[in-house]
């Protein structure tokens, strides 16, 4: 571990390209200088063939950083495409926007504070505290189903052309018919984690990014993890995503991809963003119908402030010698249901970003780029960040897949960590 450390130090310091100066046969006899030139052959080579505008990860075993390193750039290209004449150099204090490990981060943690607190219970049906959900049709959904992504609801839906800010998006939701039976079958949906996201809310008696800056992040030190950060009193650097929502129109307006509703006319509503999103969360939902803030996607973070909140989860709930939260409501917020997922957390070896990750391995994943993976087992964590919408939509149809990407990463961390 030690001489992985060092190594670190030294790559840092001196640059990528000494990399190269180590003998074929040093990286065999030392496989914390092999598990470094793997990591850095994978992403940097993406970079060199601007398929990835920047990244970073960092990876820790133990109560040891192996390695953390920033590649790229944070902002690439501008609106149209265009590279710029100067661009933002990538560092490992850039905030990244960092899409649906919000679920986790924020909307999970604050619902195992709740459930430790004893102030919400998992099987409770959601109409206890969302009156909407009372009608025969969703009477049976239960938190539980919410967090695991089986009650039914729509996968996703373009709530900006009936929605303008939070109170009118969970009147619509409530609204909504179910898309498939209660219980039935796993179907991720961003419309759950903003009704959970509502039950924060109404549970608390405060806006959901105050409960969580309060409760979460200051408590863990997460000093940058926020939501809306362009509205903060200090200049953060943050990583660009995309060029306005070119993927998320196409949702709406293809029929190929399968999110066609019959009341949504392409005319109704028409406040796409055509600027380069910077310090703005890409999701359409939680931008244009919810400020910012919400449930299923809104948070920036570091790559460290990440690393402080898998530590936490990492060592059973203890920050500082003090029980965060229990023990028992972790292992039950990570332990598998029938579709071999916990909580909010995916734990199914199956998916690519953790593939074949030993028992009690949990994860997840963002849209724009971003992924943590753990090992309980082995005391490791993985945590990447890739701003890969900052490319634009390849062919004009999506983002780059980074999923091979997290693969090889992540199994060379595996490989060479024993």
């Known amino acids: ?236 650097k943050i990583a660009a995503t995309s060029p306005g929502n070119p993927y998320e129109k196409r949702m709406v307006y293809d029929p190929a991809l399968g999110f066609q509703f019959k009341e949504i006319k392409h005319n109704q509503w028409n406040g796409w963003r055509h600027y380069v999103v910077k310090g703005e969360v890409s999701d359409g939902n939680a931008w244009y119908a919810e400020k910012g803030v919400a449930g299923a996607a809104g948070l920036f973070s570091t790559v460290d402030d990440l690393q402080k909140m898998v530590d936490m989860l990492m060592n059973k709930g203890m920050v500082d010698g003090k029980q965060f939260i229990s023990e028992n409501t972790i292992s039950t917020f990570l332990t598998k249901d029938k579709f071999k997922n916990g909580l909010g957390w995916m734990m199914d070896p199956e998916n690519s970003f953790m593939k074949d990750a030993p028992e009690g391995s949990f994860g997840h994943t963002g849209f724009t780029g971003t992924s943590i993976a753990v090992v309980p087992s082995k005391k490791i964590s993985v945590i990447l960040l890739i701003n890969r919408e900052q490319m634009g939509l390849i062919d004009g149809k999506q983002y780059y897949n980074v999923n091979p990407i997290r693969a090889a990463v992540f199994k060379a961390v595996m490989k060479y960590t024993e």
């Not at 190269?20 to 006899?29: C, I, K, P």
């Not at 200088?33 to 993406?46: A, G, K, R, W, Y």
């Not at 943690?109 to 219970?121: A, E, F, Y």
């Not at 609204?175 to 498939?180: I, K």
């Open 1 to 236: 571990m030690l001489k992985i450390k060092t190594v670190f130090f030294f790559i840092t310091l001196t640059g990528l390209t000494c990399v190269s100066n180590f003998t074929n046969a040093q990286m065999a006899g030392n496989p914390g200088i092999t598990l470094i030139h793997q990591i850095d052959s994978i992403i940097q080579s993406q970079v060199n063939d601007n398929k990835i505008p920047g990244a970073v990860i960092e990876v820790k075993k133990g109560d040891e950083v192996i390695y953390k390193q920033a590649y790229g750039y944070a902002q690439k290209l501008d609106y149209e495409l265009r590279p710029l004449a100067q661009p933002e150099q990538m560092t490992t204090e850039h905030l990244f926007d960092i899409a649906s490990l919000t679920k986790m981060v924020g909307t999970t943690t604050s619902m195992m504070l709740l459930v430790d607190k004893g102030l919400v219970h998992i099987d409770d049906p959601v109409s206890k505290y969302v009156k909407a959900f009372g009608t025969p049709d969703k009477a049976a959904i239960t938190i539980r189903n919410l967090l695991t992504h089986t009650a039914g609801i729509y996968e996703w839906y373009p709530m900006y052309y009936r929605a303008h800010n939070k109170q009118e998006t969970f009147k619509l939701i409530g609204e909504l018919p179910l898309a498939f039976p209660v219980g039935e079958g796993r179907h991720y949906s961003d419309l759950g984690f903003t009704v959970l996201g509502e039950i924060i809310e109404k549970v608390s008696g405060l806006p959901l990014d105050q409960f969580e800056e309060q409760n979460i992040f200051i408590p863990l030190g997460m000093r940058h993890t926020m939501f809306n950060p362009l509205k903060k009193n200090q200049h953060y």
